[in-house]
């Protein structure tokens, strides 16, 4: 089971942390990322992170986001500043049985992949 955690309402500018638990598989090795989605709009790729914490960010979140993870709790985190409302949208959680060097060898870029493993999402609503 894959759970995540943190969202809510913020004005903007305002922060927030999301967290994901993972039960379903062991992260260690894998790469993990948070994923979002705005109605009306297609899944984009956050941030993606592997287990040397080499992390990869779309353009949008650069600067505003960190991605970080422990691998010993299972658990991948999303530090979220200076949000805008564009960052609207429901935040999901994605795991690979692939490492993130294997994905951008062969996709080009982590958000490219069809990750396994997901989340159910927690929706994060900023207002201006």
């Known amino acids: 089971q894959v759970v995540e955690s943190g969202g809510g309402s913020v004005q903007a500018g305002g922060s927030l942390r999301l967290s994901c638990a993972n039960s379903d598989f062991v992260l260690a090795g894998y790469c993990m990322a948070w994923f979002r989605q705005a109605p009306g709009k297609a899944r984009e790729g956050v941030a993606a992170i592997d287990p040397q914490g080499r992390a990869t960010y779309a353009e949008s979140v650069k600067g505003r986001f960190t991605v970080s993870r422990v691998d010993d709790e299972n658990t991948l985190y999303l530090e979220m500043n200076s949000l805008k409302a564009e960052d609207t949208a429901a935040y999901y959680c994605?795991?690979?049985?692939?490492?993130?060097?294997?994905?951008?060898?062969?996709?080009?870029?982590?958000?490219?992949?069809?990750?396994?493993?997901w989340g159910r999402g927690i929706q994060v609503t900023v207002s201006s």
């Open positions: 994605a795991g690979a049985f692939l490492f993130c060097r294997q994905i951008v060898e062969q996709w080009g870029n982590p958000f490219n992949y069809t990750y396994e493993d």
